[in-house]
């Protein structure tokens, strides 16, 4: 599908952003290993969350809808799914791939796991490696790449597993692991990635303990084989879709948007925290605790923003922002620096060698120095690219919201992958004062 941006004003209203994509996820997944009845308020129905819950089903767990947003899931217990009848397809997800891994390595079954063309390029070894520690066998395409089959067992080993990368997909995959060994299991991280899991498991009962290493990272045990209470989980909207309209209205001059219940854990807020560095107007009203998470509504007004540099340290705080940072970077008075952005190669594309070339392709002076992204922003931009989403929703989002403020309408070839994570994106954005339409092939 092709989707066009055209050059828009002054955005302005207020909207709900759909569900976290991370907590959704792990609701479900959650909720499967609890015993007895969860409701999930607020999930995230596009594509990523939906593939979870059929893999779910597919091994066993009642899961319904209700109203829209509104799930039921009948938990099993740790350790209670079945042995699926088919290869599980995750799709695009990471996470869900991720940490249905994790679970998996739990059960004393063999099963089989595929994604789409970008899935089945990501690295797994980051995952199979502390899960064969701990006690589950994998054969996987060269390179730990999908597809491929898990055997767990029940009886797991509880390990120390010291992570290179700060990833909250390989924490929570070792933690959920973590759940069907006796004793204790415990996850090193470099630097804090999201702690929801962590959040979650400790509302159902299970015993985590989380704390700051001398190095600046964080050490966190679960106490293995508890019982999991179910749960009434509410997800918050999700930060990480709220970047989109966020920047499209702190671009705009004249803009005022209200961006409601956003989920504002502080491990997931840094590129607000860098967006108000670069001379943003963001303000946070009517916040309050939903779901053991702390939300808020981002009011983000328009004006000028400058460029800064932005620490390696906060990757992880903002790891999926990134594209839709370097287009704020484009529109901003002089360089932006993002540091230390290696992980970025490995997300549904290679993003910084990707928004690298789309902003060339837009007319932005950018450059690619080692893992850093350097973006000499100017007070206008070309635009008129068509960009290929790489089966990469945040890629095609990012052009988008770069199409609204550029010279010339951006197009973008394969805008289906928005559906991953944020379903009616479109819709909403056009709804603030946006101009995206959808375009025929053949006009392209
Ligand atoms: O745990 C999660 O829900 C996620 C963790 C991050 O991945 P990594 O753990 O690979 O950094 C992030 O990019 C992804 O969108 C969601
Ligand atoms: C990297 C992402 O997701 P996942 O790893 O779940 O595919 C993302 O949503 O930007």
Redesign the pocket.
């Known amino acids: 599908m092709l989707l066009r941006a055209a050059p828009h004003g002054a955005l302005s209203g207020a909207v709900a952003l759909p569900g976290d994509?991370?907590i959704s996820?792990?609701s479900l997944m959650l909720a499967a290993m609890a015993v007895g009845e969860s409701r999930i308020e607020g999930l995230l129905e596009g594509e990523d969350v939906l593939a979870t819950a059929r893999a779910l089903r597919a091994m066993g767990v009642e899961v319904e809808r209700g109203a829209p947003g509104c799930w039921r899931v009948w938990g099993v217990g740790v350790g209670g799914l079945a042995e699926p009848s088919d290869v599980l397809d995750l799709g695009n997800a990471?996470?869900g791939a991720?940490?249905l891994m994790g679970l998996l390595a739990g059960h004393a079954f063999t099963s089989f796991m595929t994604g789409d063309a970008s899935l089945r390029s990501r690295p797994m070894r980051r995952v199979i490696e502390p899960l064969a520690r701990m006690g589950a066998s994998f054969v996987s395409r060269s390179g730990g790449r999908l597809p491929l089959a898990v055997t767990g067992r029940t009886d797991l080993l509880p390990i120390v597993h010291e992570s290179k990368?700060?990833?909250?997909?390989?924490?929570?995959a070792v933690l959920l692991a973590g759940l069907h060994a006796p004793g204790s299991t415990t996850v090193i991280e470099p630097l804090p990635?999201?702690d929801?899991?962590e959040r979650m498991l400790t509302a159902m009962g299970a015993t985590i303990v989380s704390e700051p290493t001398e190095t600046g990272g964080r050490r966190v045990t679960i106490t293995g084989q508890p019982e999991l209470r179910p749960q009434s989980f509410v997800v918050p909207g999700d930060p990480?879709s709220a970047g989109f309209p966020a920047v499209a209205a702190a671009l705009a001059a004249g803009s005022e948007v209200r961006l409601e219940r956003v989920g504002l854990n502080p491990l997931r807020t840094g590129l607000y925290a860098t967006l108000v560095e670069m001379g943003a107007r963001i303000g946070i009203e009517n916040e309050a605790v939903a779901g053991g998470e702390p939300v808020g509504d981002l009011v983000v007004r328009g004006g000028p923003l400058r460029g800064v540099e932005v620490p390696a340290e906060r990757a992880?705080t903002m790891?999926?922002e990134y594209p839709i940072l370097a287009v704020a970077a484009a529109f901003a008075e002089g360089a932006t620096i993002m540091r230390g952005l290696s992980?970025l190669r490995?997300?549904e594309s290679d993003r910084l060698a990707v928004m690298a070339d789309g902003l060339a392709a837009c007319g932005v002076a950018v450059e690619v120095e080692g893992d850093d992204l350097v973006v000499h922003g100017a007070a206008r931009v070309r635009g008129g690219a068509l960009i290929d989403a790489r089966l990469d929703h945040r890629i095609a989002m990012s052009f988008l919201v770069l199409g609204g403020r550029a010279e010339a309408p951006v197009t973008v070839k394969g805008a289906e992958a928005i559906e991953t994570s944020f379903p009616g994106f479109a819709e909403l954005m056009n709804g603030l004062g946006a101009e995206i339409t959808e375009v025929k092939e053949s006009l392209a």
């Open positions: 994509k991370s996820h792990r990471g996470t991720r940490l990368v700060a990833s909250a997909q390989v924490k929570s990635s999201r929801h899991s990480s992880p790891i999926d992980e490995v997300k």
